[in-house]
């Protein structure tokens, strides 16, 4: 927490995060022209510290290092003054712990995509990777952490898939590549609202890996989304995966 305060203390770390709250996933370069005053090796330094305090997820997309605002840290000092009064949204992002990986950490970008994210979300399990991938890929089971979704497929490469709620398809899509239990790449296709359904696919990821104390890292990366697709996206996605977590551990869903 103390990495926190010390990150929020300076103004140009607290604009980086506004511009990151304005439009995620940015550059270096990018961040370095809004504060023209500074060296781009003064951005880079401020942008260090905020990555050690966990307030910044970096995700490399080709070439490019891509920054990511992560308000995990931020609802947890919320909440230890202010818990009785959070509301459940702030209760699923303290639930959703996004950890910062090393330099050599595993792609979890397919090579051949140049699609920037728009939704990265990393959370720690407490289940082995084994349970998590069947949870993920189980099919014509109702999923209470998914709002009782069924999903069907025969998970190969090249084969669709369809999830689906008491009748309706939400998500249509198609089988990319499969490296069970640790990858899946498919087209993300939704069919939620008629917005989202006039929209252009996108891409879903999984990519899982075992930790240092047996618990499996799940990282969900939702790439190339419509607007409208994106913000519904961006919004669901803390609970529904929280909600998974939240049931491999317990038993419940949230």
């Known amino acids: 927490m103390d990495l926190v305060f010390k990150a929020l203390a300076d103004d140009?770390?607290?604009?980086?995060?506004?511009?990151?709250?304005?439009?995620?996933?940015?550059?270096?370069?990018e961040l370095a022209e809004l504060v023209p005053e500074m060296t781009r090796f003064g951005v880079a330094a401020h942008l260090k510290v905020l990555e050690s305090a966990e307030l910044v997820t970096t995700i490399r997309v080709g070439r490019l290092k891509l920054h990511y605002l992560n308000p995990v840290p931020l609802h947890e000092v919320a909440s230890r003054w202010l818990g009785t009064f959070s509301?459940?949204?702030?209760?699923?992002?303290?639930d959703l712990r996004n950890h910062l990986e090393d330099s050599d950490e595993r792609e979890i970008m397919h090579e051949s995509t140049e699609?920037?994210?728009?939704?990265?979300?990393?959370?720690?399990?407490?289940?082995d990777l084994n349970t998590v991938w069947k949870e993920l890929t189980d099919t014509?089971?109702?999923?209470?952490?998914?709002?009782?979704?069924?999903?069907?497929?025969?998970?190969?490469?090249?084969?669709?898939?369809?999830?689906?709620?008491?009748?309706?398809?939400?998500?249509?899509g198609t089988v990319l590549e499969i490296d069970p239990p640790r990858y899946l790449r498919?087209?993300?296709d939704p069919q939620w609202d008629d917005a989202s359904?006039?929209?252009?696919?996108?891409?879903?990821?999984y990519a899982l890996e075992t930790r240092e104390n047996r618990s499996t890292r799940l990282t969900v990366t939702i790439s190339g989304l419509g607007p409208a697709s994106?913000?519904?996206?961006?919004?669901?996605?803390?609970?529904i995966y929280s909600g998974l977590k939240s049931y491999l551990e317990t038993g419940e869903s949230l």
Not at 115 to 127: G, K, Q, S, T
Not at 147 to 153: F, P, Q, V
């Open 186 to 188: 498919m087209t993300f």
């Open 197 to 205: 359904a006039g929209e252009a696919a996108g891409e879903l990821v």
């Open 230 to 239: 994106a913000q519904s996206a961006a919004e669901d996605t803390p609970e």
């Open 115 to 127: 699609l920037a994210p728009n939704v990265v979300y990393r959370i720690d399990i407490r289940a």
């Open 12 to 29: 140009s770390r607290r604009e980086l995060l506004d511009a990151l709250r304005t439009r995620d996933g940015q550059s270096l370069s």
């Open 87 to 94: 509301s459940s949204a702030a209760q699923v992002l303290i």
């Open 140 to 172: 014509g089971v109702p999923r209470s952490w998914m709002w009782g979704s069924m999903i069907e497929s025969t998970w190969t490469a090249g084969e669709g898939y369809a999830m689906s709620a008491d009748g309706f398809a939400l998500i249509v």
